[in-house]
T-cell receptor, first 115, second 112 residues
Framework: NAGVTQTPKFRVLKTGQSMTLLCAQDMNHEYMYWYRQDPGMGLRLIHYSVGEGTTAKGEVPDGYNVSRLKKQNFLLGLESAAPSQTSVYFCASRQLAGESTDTQYFGPGTRLTVL | QKEVEQDPGPLSVPEGAIVSLNCTYS??????FMWYRQYSRKGPELLMYTYSSGNKEDGRFTAQVDKSSKYISLFIRDSQPSDSATYLC????????????FGTGTSLTVIP
């Protein structure tokens, strides 16, 4: 199993450009998450999904949109990139709540720079 | 006040030392407690997982949860240079689908 994979690994954008980050998981998890990680700020939740076709806002959703058309994929979109969105983005998936364990599995991250 | 507080360090210890990493929290509903290890330029990986109170041991790592004090710890015995990483604590409430609560991470360097 590949676990959680993210595409691309690195990207440089100019202000105003758009892009989509792809997250894929092969563990059949219901829940998926997008975080950003900035120095001194820890992991901050952008958006999350509790199942195919559902999405919800997290702590810092402004400037981002998401879609979960297939259970195994969770897409994060930036419609008009801003320098404040320079960050490392992590996707995570989670076993369905209520089972004997409750943890998130992370992808390797996408390093995004917005000039 | 943040839900989870963690001293960011940095922490620097000699090889072979015992390391103690800690987090405090404010939400008494937390039942699941986790420690993640994150190497530089990598994603967090699950290191230890504990449900409710008590201790859990896995090799050189021991996780402790004290729910009465709202305090969790990770101990690393016989620390190795390969343990150099950032350690994040995380917690969650059972049967809530939305969010884990993460500490900001403690940076650890083990000096050979």
């Amino acid at each position: 199993n590949a676990g959680v994979t993210q595409t691309p690994k690195f990207r440089v954008l100019k202000t105003g450009q758009s892009m989509t980050l792809l997250c894929a998981q092969d563990m059949n998890h219901e829940y998926m998450y997008w975080y950003r990680q900035d120095p001194g700020m820890g992991l901050r939740l952008i958006h999350y999904s509790v199942g195919e076709g559902t999405t919800a806002k997290g702590e810092v959703p402004d400037g981002y949109n998401v879609s979960r058309l297939k259970k195994q994929n969770f897409l994060l979109g930036l419609e008009s990139a801003a320098p404040s969105q320079t960050s490392v983005y992590f996707c995570a998936s989670r076993q369905l709540a209520g089972e004997s364990t409750d943890t998130q599995y992370f992808g390797p991250g996408t390093r995004l720079t917005v000039l | 006040q943040k839900e989870v507080e963690q001293d960011p360090g940095p922490l620097s210890v000699p090889e072979g030392a015992i390391v103690s990493l800690n987090c405090t929290y404010s939400n008494s509903a937390f039942q699941y407690f986790m420690w993640y290890r994150q190497y530089s330029r990598k994603g967090p990986e699950l290191l230890m997982y504990t449900y409710s109170s008590g201790n859990k041991e896995d090799g050189r790592f021991t996780a402790q949860v004290d729910k009465s004090s709202k305090y969790i710890s990770l101990f690393i015995r016989d620390s190795q240079p390969s343990d150099s990483a950032t350690y994040l604590c995380a917690m969650s409430v059972p049967n809530t689908g939305n969010q884990f609560y993460f500490g900001t991470g403690t940076s650890l360097t083990v000096i050979p």
